[in-house]
């Protein structure tokens, strides 16, 4: 698996659908045939990245769909 934003295999698993980027600091979840893209903020609040990553999702995981 590698990141949607700077294409790091640095993907640590920090729950059962979900992954962060020590490359770029996102935080992405897979569920099924759906994943996610979130920034984490300073409080620790997830920011949905899904439509800018999109395009780049359905390129590098066909089978997968953002949800939104």
Same mark, same amino acid.
């Given at each position: 698996?590698? &990141? ?8 640590? *698993?920090?729950?059962?659908? %979900?992954?962060?980027?020590? +490359? &770029? ?8 045939? *759906?994943?996610?893209?979130? %920034?984490?903020?300073?409080? +620790? ?24």
């Amino acid at each position: 698996m590698r &990141c949607p934003n700077c294409n790091s295999k640095d993907i640590g *698993k920090i729950g059962s659908h %979900q992954f962060y980027c020590w +490359g &770029c600091f996102i935080e992405l979840t897979v569920n099924g045939d *759906k994943m996610s893209v979130y %920034q984490v903020e300073e409080d +620790g609040t997830l920011s949905s990245l899904d439509d800018l990553f999109f395009e780049e999702i359905q390129q590098e995981f066909p089978h997968l769909h953002a949800s939104n």
